[in-house]
Nanobody, 123 residues
């Protein structure tokens, strides 16, 4: 059974950094897109970043571009989201998801989801 498990969330001060990990099992990176999405309290889930793991192409939301970096480690079957210069508005539950392609960071393009991990940025 496909599994996606997020690691690395927590509490950080504004301006700080966190690295989220998405550990994949029962499938191999290289054939899928892995995206990061987030949902803040009272808001809809939104796309943050995505990587087409077969070719390494990346997509970023405007809110993430220049601050966040998505990457993959095929040996560890893991996708990372390095988040720098964090802001209080980045506070959300972060999810990684698997799809066939990144597209326009739509959750409708993803068909397998992790359970999520909380990131809290204090001001």
């Amino acid at each position: 059974q496909v599994q996606l498990v997020e690691f690395g969330g927590g509490l950080v001060q504004a301006g700080g950094s966190l690295r989220l990990s998405c550990a994949a099992s029962e499938f191999t990176l290289g054939f899928y897109a892995i995206g990061w999405f987030r949902q803040a309290p009272g808001k809809e889930r939104e796309g943050v970043s995505c990587i087409n793991t077969g070719i390494g192409s990346k997509v970023y939301a405007d809110s993430a571009r220049g601050r966040f970096t998505i990457s993959q480690d095929n040996a560890k079957n893991t996708v990372y989201l390095q988040m720098n210069s964090l802001k209080p508005e980045d506070t959300a539950e972060y999810y990684c998801a698997r799809g066939n392609y990144c597209g326009r960071l739509s959750q409708n393009d993803m068909h397998d989801w992790g359970k999520g991990i909380l990131v809290t940025v204090s001001s």
